[in-house]
């Protein structure tokens, strides 16, 4: 691979300190949104099950929002962007042409994400300032769309956020740019590859949200325009919303196959494979979103049907991926002696935080993807709609996938990043099983609670409702739930140490190998069409139009482009003028009746 031609003794702090110093800034941001974001989720936890309550339970709102955000996107982008940052100047193997676009992007993004933060932490107060002509507030949740409204100081917020991420993209493009007209005709390096066809996927994807909240959110919430169209800013949430997972997840993909491979004491399978996958996410991860819609009045049942057999193409890249990495991981323990058809697992180094962190992350993300399967399918997903089911998947996919594995490989950059040896590997170890064994309480618990029908997003499930439920108890789901989600706070507290204590341990010399060995199958397999950006945006934006051209023509005809006003509550549907309606309804009660009669 070109621009790793170093030693293992040449630490990259050495090389770049400049750069160093921005994947650290990077880094920590990140970080003291995951120590924010834990804390508020262990607070619902307790909350929601009734086992410790220190707020009101309208206050519910104000911490769920703040643990969305927080951790959905203060935390995984801001290390993504620290990731990326090392990845490109590492792999290129040269510093950025002009630092000052470099700080810029970084402090655009944190200045955003300060302004967001105190729009939300806001809610905490019992008597808000008014700030702008009104009361500072965002309990929007981290699906900001209408008719949930919050101050503009927060969507404010995110735009300088969301700018930021923009040009730290162009800023990656630059040194590539630059380093093409200094190697020309060489293929691009594997992690830099990664990191420019993620941003051409975060570019197409979050012009969506940039839409929505420009042209229509901002100026509702300012009082320039009086309504808007809600079905139109949802549409264009969820075009971004299901890329933006993609966009979280990603880093890890980098890190299982750039990282993983090495830490199992190989090479990666296959580079060629890896460039596909990307390309694929390119390809396919925006036209999918009205998946999240199937629920939606407003778009007809056509439209969510071919969105459905999109989103179940998506499962290619994840199996590719499975494979790849499974088989690198194999290889890797093989040259360390591991025989067997299943005997080579236990020679891999599970002693090493990071690798055990990974490869736990990647099991994990295994269930994670076969209960995504299920939200995918139009006909389970009206069960699970809305259910706590839905955030067990989520804590399996961004919430450990993609959690744990920033965590694992922040105890492998940290050394290279500080030049301080990683503080306490065996309690690091420890922190990523206590991680591994929280998530499985807890998302054990919100499946089986979804499935019952226990509401997400609420302080009080319990409301009213009596679950019938086959196996187990309530008491005993509410158990796992609250011990699974202490389990994960005390295990983010353990790595916030872990991570303090390094970054003051310099008096220390690094023991880590950040030299990252050729892949078996090198990019000379592959055919060079793969690093042509060009044809594959070009496809991309194809589908993008096919997919959102008819249901956004759709939308706009039916509700205008700032739409009738909308008054959330109380919906009121009098049915005595719709017969029509009535009718439905009276059919649908029909059909749930002769369909439990068949069941039971
Ligand atoms: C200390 C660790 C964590 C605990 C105890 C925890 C707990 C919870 C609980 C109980 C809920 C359900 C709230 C409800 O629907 O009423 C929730 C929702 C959620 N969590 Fe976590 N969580 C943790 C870590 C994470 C991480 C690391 C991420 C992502 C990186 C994450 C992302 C989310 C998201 C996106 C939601 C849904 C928010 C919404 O509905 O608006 N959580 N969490
Ligand atoms: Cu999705």
Known sequence: MSGTEYTASDLFVERFPDQARIVRIAFTNAFVALGVGALFGVLQALHRTEILRIVESPTYYTILTGHGVFLVISFTIFFLVGLYQWAVTDSLGRRPVDMRVTWTWLGLMSVGTLIAAIAILAGFLDDPPDVLGSELSADVLFTFYAPLQAHPLFYVGLVLFVVGTWLAGFDWFRSWWAWKSDNPGERIPLPTFMVLTTMIMWYISSIGVATAI?????????GITESLNPTLTRTLFWYFGHPVVYFWLLPAYLLWYIVLPHLSGGRLFSDPLARVV???????????????????????????????TNTMFLLLPSLLTAFTVVASMEHGARQRGGEGTFGWLTALPWRDPAFTGMALA?????????????????????????????PGHIHTQVGTAVALTFMAGTYWLLPQLTGNRLVGRSVALFQVVLWFVGIIFMTNSMYRGGLIGMPRRTAEPQYAFDYEIGVGSVTELDVQLALGGTLLFISTLLFLAIVLLTLFNNDSEPIVDGTIPPALSGPEDSPR????????VAIALVLVIFAYAFPLANIVSRGGLFGPDISPFPVVTDLASHPVTVDAVLTLQHGVATATALIT
């Open 278 to 308: 990307f390309i694929l996410f390119i390809l396919l991860s925006t036209p999918v979103g009205i998946h999240h819609q199937y629920l939606d009045p407003g778009i007809s049942e056509g439209f969510k049907f071919i969105v459905m």
């Open 214 to 222: 420009l042209a229509f959110i901002l100026p509702w919430s300012l």
């Open 362 to 390: 990647g099991l994990v993300f295994a269930f994670g993807g076969f209960t995504g399967i299920v939200n995918a399918g139009m006909n389970i997903n009206y069960l699970v709609h809305n259910a706590l089911w839905v």
């Open 529 to 536: 069409i793969l690093d042509d950006l060009r044809v594959w």
